[in-house]
């Protein structure tokens, strides 16, 4: 959105509506097994994770909620499933009323051990009541196992769902998270607070998405976004371009050693040319203020283009010293005839470049203004410092 020129009527439009309904792009986290229940793990305890930091995430949403529904809450649950709850309800029933009075799971299994100790006497009504009680042990049996199977991983762990309930299978449960048909793959999405947070919501993302997958193991995980993708290209792009740019920058300086036979005025001519590399960085910031994906680039190429300009005058300079001139008439003829060679080149070259800040599109508008400007600094360097490095040093008294 930076990049694309303001005064284009579509981007215009874009940038009302962003403003209209204003939300950040999509955070999201994707997770797949075989196991649907191990899927089902993952997405609650990272759903935890990311509802645990709300400075940094917002409108975490990984399944749908019955009760957001109202009374056509159960519109949710497939017609045969509904069925087998209603009768699994009439034989759970005194269990569910256990469950009323529980707090957490040990106040639970001792009010179940009670109505048992109870139905050991001779009272015929709390006999019946645990006779009742025990249609529901495989629903407290699949409780106690999904809590065993919580305190074998770390993290905090999902409550007891419908399948932990009433028995009906993974399935069926997966009916109410974000999932593919088969089951394999479920997701978990979130939104950055605000465009400022962004790149911290990527990182500590995929920080959790580490964490949550040593405590569930066994499934693949990753996650995706817009956010992401940008975030990870401009990553992808600083990298490359600095390993670009120390190549370019080793592979001209050998170039020229090699050429020249030499390492004194070769590598004198490098150092200036990474001062105008500082310059054009300041100059970068004081004019554009940052550089995006495309103008990350001019490092290589302004490493390749003003490097010539110390060609050029070292040429020149070694030639007058062969005719048998001094050092300082050799530099001063250099300065007076190729110097202004070396003043047009440049200037042509940088005008070339800042020909590109007439166009619309914003990213090629900013490369052409650091490109041009670069050249333009690059030439202050190699017209004022590298004749005084010429003059001094070694090879001037072989």
């Given amino acids: 959105n ?12 874009f940038l009302r509506f962003r ?6 792009d999509d955070l999201v986290a994707v997770v797949e097994s075989g196991d649907i229940m191990k899927n089902r793990q993952f997405v609650e305890r990272f759903a935890v994770e990311l ?36 009768d699994l309800l009439a034989d759970y029933r005194p269990l569910m009323e256990q469950f009323g009075q529980a707090t957490n799971l040990n106040s639970l299994l001792n009010l ?19 006779e009742s009680l025990i249609e529901g042990i495989p629903a407290l049996e699949r409780i106690v196992l999904e809590a065993g199977d919580s305190l074998r991983r770390t993290g905090t762990p999902p409550s007891p769902g419908i399948y932990a309930l009433f028995g009906l299978g993974a399935e069926s449960e997966k009916e109410f998270y974000i999932a593919s048909d088969d089951g394999r793959t479920y997701l978990v999405t979130a939104h950055a607070i605000n465009s400022e947070s962004e790149k911290e919501a990527v990182e500590t993302m995929r920080k959790l998405v580490r964490q949550t997958q040593t405590e569930i193991p066994g499934v693949n995980a990753g996650f995706t976004g817009e956010p992401v993708l940008e975030f990870d290209e401009m990553k992808q792009a600083e990298s490359d371009t600095m390993v670009a740019a120390v190549v370019a920058l080793a592979i001209v300086a050998l170039i020229f050693v090699y050429s020249y036979n030499g390492t004194g005025r070769p590598l004198k001519a490098t150092i200036c040319l990474l001062v105008g590399l500082g310059y054009t960085l300041a100059f970068t910031m004081l004019t554009v203020g940052s550089l995006n994906i495309l103008t990350i680039t001019f490092v290589p190429i302004q490493i390749g283009l003003a490097i ?3 060609v050029h005058l070292i040429t020149r300079y070694e030639e007058e010293l062969r005719h048998g001139a001094s050092e300082l008439n050799a530099l001063r003829r250099s300065m007076t005839h190729t110097g202004v060679g070396i003043l047009t080149s440049g200037m042509t070259t940088a005008g070339a470049f800042l020909a590109m800040g007439f ?26 410092l590298l004749p005084v490095l010429l003059l001094r040093g070694r090879q001037n008294k072989l």
């Fill in 51 to 86: 509802e645990a930091r709300p400075d940094v995430f917002t409108n975490v949403f990984y399944k749908g909620d019955p009760t957001m529904l109202g009374s056509k809450g159960m519109l949710l649950i497939p017609e045969k499933d509904l069925e087998t709850m209603r």
């Fill in 112 to 130: 179940v051990n009670n109505q048992f100790r109870a139905a050991a006497g001779k009272d015929e009504a709390a006999r019946k009541d645990a």
């Fill in 19 to 24: 403003t209209e309904f204003p939300s950040q």
């Fill in 308 to 310: 010539d300009f110390g």
């Fill in 2 to 13: 930076d990049l694309v020129d303001a005064k284009e009527k579509y981007h215009q439009n």
């Fill in 359 to 384: 166009t619309g599109f914003k990213g090629v508008r900013e490369m052409g203004i650091i490109s041009g400007g670069g050249l333009i600094l690059s030439l202050i360097p190699m017209m004022i």
